[in-house]
């Protein structure tokens, strides 16, 4: 899980204080790259609120750690060997944004990551990122949720 971001609280309110690790889910764009191989390119974070009103600084992101195992999952149930749909190739922030290039194993005999990549090439893919906020940096913006 890549760590270190910013992440400002626009309401102000949590159910659990502290630094613990958080996701934010991106309705991802994405343009695939080369069908047979299963690559597509996509954007996985912005700096746009989330659901709990949380924006991640962008500029921020450690991607050391995440690098060095930069599974794709399916979904959140880790526990599923078949949720590791896929791997990036690679990530990086441009501009205000988490940019990737993953390859989906397309055609290896598992059914999610043929639909995932299905899904990429609708551009009806979601992203997930987690991130431990440096709470000690982060910062209440006005006119929250």
Request: proline share 5%.
């Amino acid at each position: 899980m890549p760590t270190g971001p910013d992440a400002e609280q626009t309401s102000g309110k949590r159910s659990r204080p502290g630094n613990y690790p958080r996701l934010m889910y991106t309705f991802g764009e994405t343009k695939a790259l080369e069908g047979k191989a299963g690559r597509i390119h996509a954007i996985v974070s912005t700096e746009t609120r989330d659901r709990a009103g949380d924006i991640i600084r962008q500029d921020t992101w450690d991607l050391k750690n995440f690098m060095k195992h930069p599974v794709l999952l399916a979904n959140h149930d880790y526990r599923d060997v078949r949720a590791q749909v896929g791997e990036w190739e690679e990530m990086a922030v441009k501009g205000k944004t988490l940019q990737g290039v993953a390859r989906y194993y397309v055609g290896e005999g598992n059914e999610q990551a043929d639909w995932g990549f299905n899904l990429a090439v609708k551009e009806r893919a979601a992203f997930s990122v987690g991130f431990i906020p440096d709470l000690k940096r982060a910062a209440v913006l006005p006119g929250g949720n």
